[in-house]
């Protein structure tokens, strides 16, 4: 099924605002910044976006989603807050490999950082990050409660946390920004996140 045109304009705005956010960075990230690189008036923009938090929320879910269909392919399990199972070494590998992957590309870091900036002085900004995290959190909890069944769901949601936490701060230090991304590294990442997830010490 084809998508609809409005959907397709959407996608085209929301592609121009990661755009700013990537090339211009916060200062130029009013209203009409996001409007002129995408080649409409204000008010197109404003007819799905009223709000600059609606453009920011929409940009953030977007890269939730398209993050969380490529993890789900690799894991081979849908990724979601009820998920029940058993999670092997090798699953969790093998997901993990998968999300630092999903955090070493620069232009989704520096899109990010833009966005907390924002955040930074901008409630509205600031409530868009945070369900964002929410629903990253949310994702990787059912991961973790197929690893530990045996945790509360205090416990579980600490944990995620945690490795949320891990993989976040990983992304800005494994970038060039900071330039501390070795193999060694991305694999001692890796082994404390499956410490988390399964409570025992991954193999080397």
């Given at each position: 099924?084809?998508?609809?045109?409005?959907?397709?304009?959407?996608?085209?705005?929301?592609?121009?605002?990661?755009?700013?956010?990537?090339?211009?960075g916060n200062a130029n990230a009013a209203m009409r910044d996001f409007a002129a690189a995408?080649?409409?008036?204000?008010?197109?923009?404003?007819?799905?976006?009223?709000?600059?938090?609606?453009?920011?929320?929409?940009?953030?879910?977007?890269?939730?989603?398209?993050?969380?269909?490529?993890?789900?392919?690799?894991?081979?399990?849908?990724?979601?807050?009820?998920?029940?199972?058993?999670?092997?070494?090798?699953?969790?590998?093998?997901?993990?490999?998968?999300?630092?992957?999903?955090?070493?590309?620069?232009?989704?870091?520096?899109?990010?950082?833009?966005?907390?900036?924002?955040?930074?002085?901008?409630?509205?900004?600031?409530?868009?990050?945070?369900?964002?995290?929410?629903?990253?959190?949310?994702?990787?909890?059912?991961?973790?409660?197929?690893?530990?069944?045996?945790?509360?769901?205090?416990?579980?949601?600490?944990?995620?946390?945690?490795?949320?936490?891990?993989?976040?701060?990983?992304?800005?230090?494994?970038?060039?920004?900071?330039?501390?991304?070795?193999?060694?590294?991305?694999?001692?990442?890796?082994?404390?996140?499956?410490?988390?997830?399964?409570?025992?010490?991954?193999?080397?």
């Amino acid at each position: 099924m084809t998508e609809s045109k409005g959907a397709l304009r959407k996608a085209a705005l929301l592609d121009a605002a990661e755009e700013v956010l990537v090339t211009k960075g916060n200062a130029n990230a009013a209203m009409r910044d996001f409007a002129a690189a995408a080649g409409v008036r204000i008010g197109h923009l404003q007819h799905y976006f009223p709000t600059r938090a609606d453009l920011i929320r929409s940009v953030l879910e977007r890269t939730l989603e398209r993050s969380l269909r490529r993890l789900e392919e690799t894991a081979g399990f849908e990724l979601g807050a009820e998920s029940s199972g058993q999670l092997s070494q090798n699953d969790s590998h093998r997901l993990l490999t998968a999300l630092l992957q999903e955090h070493s590309g620069l232009a989704d870091v520096r899109m990010h950082l833009e966005i907390w900036a924002m955040a930074a002085s901008d409630e509205s900004a600031a409530g868009a990050v945070r369900a964002f995290y929410s629903q990253y959190s949310a994702r990787v909890q059912g991961v973790v409660r197929r690893g530990r069944p045996d945790l509360t769901e205090p416990q579980t949601s600490d944990v995620a946390a945690a490795i949320v936490s891990l993989f976040e701060g990983a992304a800005v230090t494994r970038s060039d920004i900071a330039g501390l991304r070795t193999e060694q590294g991305d694999q001692t990442i890796i082994r404390t996140a499956q410490w988390l997830i399964h409570g025992q010490e991954a193999p080397l």
